[in-house]
């Protein structure tokens, strides 16, 4: 299965309101980056935090890690109609030398 | 800064026949990751190349194939395709690879039939 595992699988809000979204892992990780892919689209990096790292802000957007639950999550703020898209985590080990993604969570915002 | 440049973006092929699909990474970035992504196994890491190396590789049969040149440009190659072989292949570019920012091109969307 999945280093990354996101959590929920969709998610359907209204434009303003506030959306949470977790990432589990399994592994040991030196960093956890998140991308936005609009549907069938490349993906769009959003925010890398390192493993010594607790919380990172871009915008509206921000990401929190904890380690010790081996989780992530971003939370989108104020969200608009332009946020829907698939949203992933992606967990990178040096050792592994590569960044497993999960499955993704779809955000669906209404206006 | 132009971004990750893949290429073509959409390819038609035929059961058997070989594709090979093209990556032009950031300019600087030493380190080219390919991306299988289908609805139904999400995003497979293929292969990692690093200055013209392969320095990490995915559970993929010897079908899949990649080079890299010294202008850092990847290229990857599938043969003999297989219907289940249709997909969106990204290509990830960064400039050491796992520790730092992965930038994605569009993809290629491979059609087998």
């Known amino acids: 299965s999945q280093q990354g595992e996101e959590d929920p699988q969709a998610l359907s809000i209204q434009e303003g309101e506030n959306a949470t979204m977790n990432c589990s892992y399994k592994t040991s990780i030196n960093n956890l980056q998140w991308y936005r892919q609009n549907s069938g689209r490349g993906l769009v990096h959003l925010i890398l935090i390192r493993s010594n790292e607790r919380e990172k802000h871009s915008g509206r957007l921000r990401v929190t890690l904890d380690t010790s639950k081996k989780s992530s999550s971003l939370l989108i703020t104020a969200s608009r109609a332009a946020d829907t898209a698939s949203y992933f985590c992606a967990t990178a080990n040096t050792n592994a030398g590569k960044s497993t993604f999960g499955d993704g969570t779809t955000l669906t915002v209404k206006p | 800064k132009a971004g990750v440049t893949q290429t073509p973006r959409y390819l038609i092929k035929t059961r058997g026949q070989q594709v090979t699909l093209s990556c032009s990474p950031i300019?600087?970035?030493?380190?080219v990751s390919w991306y299988q992504q289908t609805p139904g196994q999400g995003l497979q890491f293929l292969f990692e190349y690093f200055s013209e190396t392969q320095r990490n590789k995915g559970n993929f049969p010897g079908r899949f194939s990649g080079r890299q040149f010294s202008n850092s440009r990847s290229e990857m190659n599938v043969s003999t395709l297989e219907l289940g072989d249709s997909a969106l292949y990204l290509c990830?570019?960064?400039?050491?690879?796992?520790?730092?920012?992965?930038?994605f091109g569009q993809g290629t969307r491979l059609t087998v039939v």
């Open positions: 300019s600087g970035h030493r380190s």
């Open positions: 990830a570019s960064s400039r050491q690879g796992t520790n730092t920012e992965a930038f």
